[in-house]
Every structure is written in C-alpha cells, then in structure tokens.
C-alpha cells in the first residue's frame, strides 16, 4: 500500500530560514546535550532507514509536485548521517525534485571534523549546499560551562573544511550565554567570538552567516534548573547589547570584500539588526547604539521565542 503522508516525529527542529523549504525526516534529536537546548530532552536519537525517507520524498513528490526547490533534512544535527546514507538521500532528493536548488542540514562542529575532505566535497557536489552550525561562543571556558563538547579551535577547522568543500556556512551564536551579573565574562565571550569570526573569514567574496539569537531558557534545560536554583541569572537587555556591541567592535577581516550577511533579527532578539560585515560595521553599531538609549523600541519579553 502506498504511503499518503509524510513522516514527522514532532517537535521538529529546523532554522527559521527553511520555514519554506521541505522537510524531510533523517535523523530524530540530537547526538549532543548543550546545557540550554532542547532536542535531545524531547526524543531519543536515531538515523531513519534510507528507505523510509525516501518513500518520503516520493510523498512529498505526490503532495506538493516536482517542483521542489529546497529541502532541510531534519532534525538537530543532521550532519552526523554516515556519509553513503547522506549522499543516497541526497541524490534521491535531486532525482525526484528536478528544480531543486539546494539541501541543508543543522551541524556540531564535530559533525563535520569526523568527515573527510573527500566525504565533504562528495556531499557537496551531491548537492549539500548549507549546513547551520552552532557555534554559541568562541570562549573555551563558557563552550565547557554549557556542555557544548567542543572548541573555538574546532569551530575553525570544521568551517574551513566545510568552506574548501564549497558548502556554505551559517553559524550561530547566543547573546547573553553566560548569563547576567558577570561582564568579564561577556566581554570575553564577545571578543574571542569575533576572534573566531574574523579567523574563518575566507579570501573570496562567497556569501557566508553569521547571526546572534539570544538566550531562551526552556523549561526542561539544565540551564532552566540552574535558573530555578538561583544558579544561573538572565542578563538584562543592556547587558545583552552591550555584549553584542563588543562582539561587533571586534570583527576586523583581513579580507574587505567578504560577504559575511549578519544578523540578529531571531525572535529571540530584543533589537532585529541586519548587515554585512566588515562592511556595515558601523551602521550596525548604530543600530545597537540606539537600541541602548531608546528601550521602548526593544521587543517586549511576551513576544520572544525560539
Ligand atoms: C537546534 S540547534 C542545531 C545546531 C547544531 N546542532 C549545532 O549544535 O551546531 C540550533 C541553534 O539554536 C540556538 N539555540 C538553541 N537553544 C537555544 C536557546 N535556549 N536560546 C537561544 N538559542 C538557542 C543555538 O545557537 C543552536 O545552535
Ligand atoms: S545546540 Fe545543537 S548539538 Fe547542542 S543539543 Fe542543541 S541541537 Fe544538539
């Protein structure tokens, strides 16, 4: 009997950029267990047999026609599919969707530094075209104090293989991670996040993302917990763009061609901010600026979210 709907294991999670795009099934959580996010509390994870996502994608073909222009294969990394299931659902995708124009995934850093160059270029060329990182801070100790598993050295190395594969980059990170009441700790986590950034920008002119979300604390997360226990303080919204206003006083590429779209404009954010950098460096410390000394433009807490 054939298949009429598509298979999802709710929540799902995916970028707010891909509300458009398909989505498809792969994998179901997360393989890590960062202090402040959710995935990995909702569903135990697992990689979908290759044959069940693509009785999917010839669903979806049924469903929406074969005009399908983009597909983000679901849910919090992705990336960590061995390498041949990746490529055949990926090529499947290309086959049964002849306009697509590109396949994304979330990835952990270390998603990407367990794939060789090879595997990467591979995956590229099968039409891998955007991977999501989160990168959440370029200062060691608050990776380690939010259990991200991993480094600013491995952030770096994992976005030059994925940028010499020729997949595109947007990385993430969180305004106000380490929380309110400690301003060396902000400002370290500022300034080692734009060392990051200025240390993957690439020669060419290629775009890249780059984009700030800022601190939720769902009920569940072990940062909820720490908040509960007076363990763990939100910062306030000064705090929060004084740390971003250091972050972007810091960016300072060697190459002043880049494209490196910014963006801060999540509903998580209390300031939508938009930009190139290094480019509009200025500008958007104008924007930021203003945001400090006018709140009333700020969005009010009752409308934030993940
Ligand atoms: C669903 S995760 C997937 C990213 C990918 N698994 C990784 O770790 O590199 C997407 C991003 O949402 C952001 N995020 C998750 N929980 C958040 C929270 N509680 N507050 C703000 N941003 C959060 C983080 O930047 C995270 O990397
Ligand atoms: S941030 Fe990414 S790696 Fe960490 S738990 Fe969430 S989805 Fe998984």
Redesign the pocket.
């Known amino acids: 009997m054939q298949k009429h709907e598509i298979y999802y294991c709710p929540p799902v ?1 995916r ?1 707010p950029s891909e509300a458009h795009s398909l989505l498809i099934q792969l994998t179901e959580g ?1 393989t ?1 267990k ?1 202090d ?4 990995y509390l909702k569903k135990d994870f697992i990689v979908r047999d290759t044959d069940e996502v693509i009785k999917d994608l010839d669903v979806a073909k049924r469903i929406y026609g074969p005009g399908v222009k983009r597909i983000f294969f679901l849910d ?2 992705a990336m960590v599919t061995p390498t041949e299931k990746l490529l055949d659902v990926t090529r499947y995708a290309y086959e049964t969707f002849p306009k697509l124009e590109r396949v994304s995934v ?4 270390k998603d990407i530094l367990k794939k060789s160059e090879k595997q990467l270029k591979n995956l590229s060329e099968a039409g891998l075209k955007l991977a ?3 990168f ?1 801070s370029g200062y060691n100790e608050l990776l380690k104090m939010v259990n991200k598993q991993v480094t600013k050295e491995n952030h770096i190395e994992a976005s030059k293989k994925l940028m010499k594969a020729n997949i595109t980059l947007s990385a ?3 305004n106000g991670l380490g929380g309110g009441n400690n301003p060396e700790l902000s400002e370290k986590h500022a300034i080692e996040s734009a060392e990051l950034i200025n240390k993957i920008c690439p020669d060419d002119d290629r775009i890249w993302y780059v984009a700030f ?6 009920p569940g ?1 072990v ?1 909820f917990k720490k908040r509960s226990k007076d363990l763990f303080q939100e910062m306030n919204t000064t705090e929060i763009l004084e740390e971003l206003k250091i972050f972007i006083q810091n960016i300072d590429f060697h190459n002043k061609n880049a494209n490196c779209i910014f963006r801060s404009n999540h509903a ?1 954010n209390y300031l939508p901010i938009k930009g190139i950098l290094d480019k509009e460096k200025e500008s958007i410390l104008s924007t930021i600026k203003y945001g400090l000394t006018h709140s009333e433009i700020l969005r009010s807490e009752f409308y934030r979210g ?1």
């Open positions: 999670f970028p997360c890590y960062c402040f996010c959710i995935p919090g990394n979330y990835a952990h850093s999501y990182l989160g959440e993430t990170f969180i979300l800022t601190l939720m604390i769902p997360t940062i998580s993940l």
